[in-house]
C-alpha cells in the first residue's frame, strides 16, 4: 500500500534539505531513506530506474526522486519529490549567490559545510558497499564496474559510451533461460503521447514568451542556453558540469574561471542536485546586465528550464521502466549498465573525497591517461578528524543523518578555530 501524500510530502521534505554531496552521496541518502529505512521502493526498482536515470539527459539523482515519487503516488507524486528535492537547495542557491554579488565571498559557509562533506562521504561509502553486494552478481559484473571506474576515472571516457558499452554487452550476454514473465506497460501510447505534448508546453511556453517579449535580453540567452544544455547532456551532473563551465567563461563570457569554480564549491557544499550551480550562473549573468531584479528572474528561467525536462522525461518513461526491466536483453543490459554505474559512482565519490580531503588536488595528463594527483601537503587533517567522527555516529551508533550532519558541521567550526 502507498504511503499517504503528506508522508510523502515530509519524507521527500527531508531527503531535500540533507541532500548534500552531489548525486552520489544523494543517491545513497535515497536508498537508505527509501529502500533500507521504509521499504517504499524495493531493491530491484531502485536499480532498475536508477540505471534509467543514467541514461536520461540531465541529474540523474533528481530524477531518480522524482520516479520514487511517481512509483508512490502517480505525478502529484513525482511533483512532490522531484520539487521538495530542488527547492530547498535552490533557495539557499539564491541566498548564497546574492551574497556572492554583494560581498565577493562567504567562508563562514566553506568553513561550516566541510563538516557536511565529510558526512557526505562517509555515506557514500557505507552505500557504495551496500549496493555493489546486491547490484554486481557474479564476476562479469564486478569486471564491468572495474571497467567503467578505471574507463572514466583514469581515461575520461564518456559516460554515455561506458553505458552504451556495458548495455550492448548485457544484452548480447543473455541467454534464452533468462526470460522472465513479461509485464504489461501501465500507460497507452496515446497518453504517453499526451504527456509529451503538456511537457513540452509547460516547458517551452515560458521561453517563448520571453523571446518575444525580451528579444536580446540576457534572459532569452539564458533560456536558449539552458534550454539547449537539458537536452544534450547526458551522463549526469558531472556531465553537465564539464559542458556548461567551458561555454559560460569562453563563449559567453558571463562568469570568469574563479566564478564558475565558486559556483561549483556553493553547489557542492548546498542541499539539493549538484546541477544547481546552473542557477548561481544565471543569476551573475542576469545580475551583471540589470542588477538584483534581473538577478532573481534570470536564477528563476535558469531553474525553470533546467528541471521541467526532467520531469517531463520521468513521466514519460516512467511507466516503461517495468516493462524494459521485463525483457530478457534489455533486462541484461539494465543489469550490465547497473554494474557500470557502480563504477561511475566510485569515481565520483573518490573524485570527492579527494577534494574534500585535499586542498589542492591537480589533474595530470599522462598520454591518454588522466591522473588526479592530491598535493599532500595540502591535507586536511579537519577533514579526516570529521570523517571519523561521522564514520562513528552513522555507522557505529547509527544516529539519524540530521543529527550528523549538525554535530559535524558544529565540529568543523569548533576545528577551524584550533
Given at each position: ?155 575520461a571516457v564518456p559516460f554515455p559510451v561506458i553505458v552504451l558499452a556495458a548495455g550492448l554487452y548485457g544484452a548480447l550476454m543473455v541467454s534464452n533461460t ?8 501501465s500507460v497507452t501510447a496515446g497518453r504517453s503521447l499526451s504527456t509529451i505534448v503538456i511537457g513540452l508546453a509547460v516547458w517551452g511556453l515560458p521561453v ?132 557500470a554505474v557502480v563504477g561511475v559512482i566510485l569515481n565520483l565519490s573518490l573524485w570527492f573525497a579527494l577534494h574534500v580531503l585535499f586542498g589542492t588536488v ?57
Amino acid at each position: 500500500m502507498s504511503p499517504p501524500l503528506a508522508q510523502i510530502f515530509a519524507v521527500f521534505l527531508k531527503i531535500g534539505l540533507l541532500s548534500f554531496g552531489g548525486p552520489a552521496a544523494q543517491i545513497a541518502l535515497m536508498h537508505r531513506m527509501l529502500v533500507d529505512e521504509r521499504a517504499w521502493l524495493t531493491e530491484k526498482q531502485f536499480l532498475n530506474a536508477l540505471s534509467f536515470c543514467m541514461l536520461l539527459p540531465g541529474p540523474e539523482a533528481m530524477q531518480l526522486a522524482t520516479y520514487a515519487g511517481w512509483r508512490l503516488q502517480g505525478v502529484l507524486g513525482g511533483l512532490i519529490a522531484g520539487l521538495l528535492f530542488v527547492l530547498p537547495g535552490a533557495a539557499v542557491i539564491f541566498a548564497l549567490a546574492l551574497l556572492y554579488v554583494t560581498f565577493g565571498d562567504v567562508p563562514l559557509v566553506g568553513t561550516l559545510f566541510l563538516g557536511v562533506q565529510a558526512v557526505a562521504v562517509v555515506i557514500v561509502i557505507d552505500a557504495l558497499i551496500k549496493v555493489s553486494k546486491r547490484a554486481l552478481q557474479g564476476f562479469a559484473h564486478w569486471l564491468l564496474a572495474g571497467l567503467a571506474f578505471v574507463a572514466i576515472f583514469f581515461f575520461a571516457v564518456p559516460f554515455p559510451v561506458i553505458v552504451l558499452a556495458a548495455g550492448l554487452y548485457g544484452a548480447l550476454m543473455v541467454s534464452n533461460t533468462d526470460a522472465i514473465p513479461a509485464l504489461p506497460v501501465s500507460v497507452t501510447a496515446g497518453r504517453s503521447l499526451s504527456t509529451i505534448v503538456i511537457g513540452l508546453a509547460v516547458w517551452g511556453l515560458p521561453v517563448l514568451a520571453v523571446d518575444l517579449l525580451f528579444n536580446g535580453n540576457i534572459l532569452t540567452d539564458i533560456a536558449l542556453f539552458f534550454s539547449k544544455l537539458a537536452v544534450v547532456t547526458f551522463g549526469g551532473a558531472y556531465a553537465v558540469l564539464a559542458y556548461m563551465a567551458q561555454d559560460v567563461v569562453v563563449q559567453y563570457g558571463w562568469l570568469t574561471p574563479t566564478e564558475m569554480m565558486d559556483g561549483l564549491g556553493l553547489a557542492e557544499t548546498t542541499p539539493g542536485p549538484l546541477i544547481l550551480v546552473t542557477q548561481f550562473v544565471g543569476t551573475l549573468a542576469a545580475f551583471r546586465e540589470g542588477g538584483y531584479g534581473l538577478a532573481i528572474a534570470g536564477g528563476a528561467m535558469t531553474l525553470w528550464v533546467t528541471f521541467v525536462p526532467c520531469f517531463l522525461w520521468i513521466f514519460v518513461g516512467a511507466p516503461y521502466i517495468d516493462w524494459i526491466s521485463a525483457q530478457p536483453r534489455l533486462n541484461g543490459a539494465l543489469r550490465a549498465i547497473t554494474a557500470a554505474v557502480v563504477g561511475v559512482i566510485l569515481n565520483l565519490s573518490l573524485w570527492f573525497a579527494l577534494h574534500v580531503l585535499f586542498g589542492t588536488v591537480t589533474k595530470t595528463e599522462a598520454g591518454v591517461m588522466r591522473i588526479w594527483v592530491p598535493d599532500v601537503a595540502t591535507l586536511n587533517w579537519q577533514a579526516i578528524a570529521l570523517m571519523a567522527l561521522s564514520a562513528v555516529l552513522l555507522l557505529q551508533a547509527r544516529l539519524a543523518i540530521g543529527w550528523v550532519l549538525g554535530i559535524s558541521a558544529a565540529a568543523a567550526l569548533v576545528l577551524a578555530q584550533i
